[in-house]
Each structure stands twice: as structure tokens, then as C-alpha cells.
């Protein structure tokens, strides 16, 4: 073999070892398989636990099985709370469904607070309240940094016997309130155990 055949076959392996090594190389720097051979879409968003609603996260609905009170309103609108559960962070969470079993479409605009700094929180539960009245205390439902409640928005445009999940976040009422009103504006308060 001569001088020529060998160098043009010691370059071919080389070449042919460099790509194998490029192609090992960019295949362990991921693939973006999270090991269950699925590939995300580029487009997706960040997995999330908590549901969506104007970019916020809300709180995943409560047990729909369990009542601990319920609100009826004018024109057939009710609501059934399912918890109200007190967290270590200070906060407490009411969960609920909200159905319309009128026979028009249901809008929240009564419901939002009249607060300046909530005006964003329209058709929502930003004017809830817990009261505790052995404590002579209202609690408002808080808002985050952005000036929105946390709570349930965009309460509008509910059909006839058409349900959605509803919550509003309070801060707590001291460790030895077990129970308080709640309170939507339009509708009769309710009494409610609070959990945790």
C-alpha cells in the first residue's frame, strides 16, 4: 500500500472518529427527554401544579364532594364552600363552587371590592370577607404585589347550570377562632369551620 492510500485512510478514520465524538458530544448535552422518552414542545409553558387564569396561579379546587355552608343570591346563583383551611403561613384558603342555576348568564361585577387598589380584580371575589365576631374583626381577601386579589377572577359570562370552582385567600384570624362568617356581597353570610 502506498504512501498516499495510507494517509487518505488515517484521515478518513479520523474524520469519521471526530464525527462519532461530535455526535456524542451534543447528544449528552440533553436532549430535552425528562426520561419518560417524551420530548416538550419548544412552545410549551412551564409545568405547573396550580391552574391558569390571567397568568395567575389559582388554587386547584377543593373536594367538591364536602359542604360546610352555603351562600344562595339573587337569581339563582349559589355557592358551596367546600374548606377553609388554615395554612402555617399565616393564611386562610375558602374553596367553593360557584353555579348558576338561574335561567340567564351570570356576571361577578357586584362581587369585585370596591377598593381602588383591587379596580383590576373585576368580576371576581375580590369583595369576600371573613368576620370574626367574637374578635369585632373583618378580614379582606389579599392581593398580591400587582394589586390583584388573590382570589378567583374573570366571573363573567356564567351560563344557566354551567359550575366553577371559586376560591379567596384571607389572612388568618388568631389560632383559637375556629369559626367565622363568610361573606359575599349580594348574598346572606354563612357560618364556616375553619380547618388546620
Known amino acids: 500500500m502506498s504512501m498516499r492510500h495510507t494517509t487518505k485512510a488515517r484521515r478518513g478514520a479520523a474524520a469519521l472518529a471526530l464525527a462519532a465524538g461530535l455526535a456524542l458530544a451534543v447528544g449528552g448535552c440533553g436532549s430535552g427527554d425528562d426520561g419518560d422518552g417524551k420530548k416538550p414542545d419548544d412552545d410549551s409553558p412551564p409545568k405547573s401544579t396550580a391552574a391558569k ?60 371590592s370596591k377598593e381602588q387598589e ?24 389579599l392581593r398580591d404585589t ?27 384570624p388568631p389560632k383559637d377562632v375556629k369559626e367565622v362568617d363568610f361573606q359575599i356581597p349580594t348574598m346572606p353570610s354563612v357560618s364556616i369551620e375553619l380547618s388546620g
Open 53 to 112: 387564569d390571567d397568568g395567575r396561579a389559582q388554587e386547584p379546587a377543593a373536594d367538591s364532594s364536602k359542604s360546610i355552608g352555603e351562600l344562595k343570591g339573587p337569581n339563582g346563583v349559589e355557592v358551596t364552600l367546600h374548606s377553609a383551611v388554615r395554612d402555617s403561613g399565616g393564611f386562610v384558603t375558602v374553596s367553593g363552587t360557584l353555579t348558576n342555576r338561574g335561567s340567564e348568564m351570570f356576571f361577578a361585577l357586584n362581587w369585585s
Open 146 to 172: 400587582d394589586g390583584l386579589c388573590l382570589c378567583t377572577t374573570g366571573l363573567s359570562g356564567i351560563k344557566p347550570n354551567e359550575s366553577r370552582p371559586v376560591f379567596a385567600q384571607f389572612p388568618a
Open 118 to 141: 383591587l379596580a383590576k380584580s373585576r368580576s371576581s371575589l375580590s369583595g369576600a370577607s371573613l368576620i370574626d365576631k367574637a374578635g369585632k374583626k373583618r378580614y379582606l381577601v
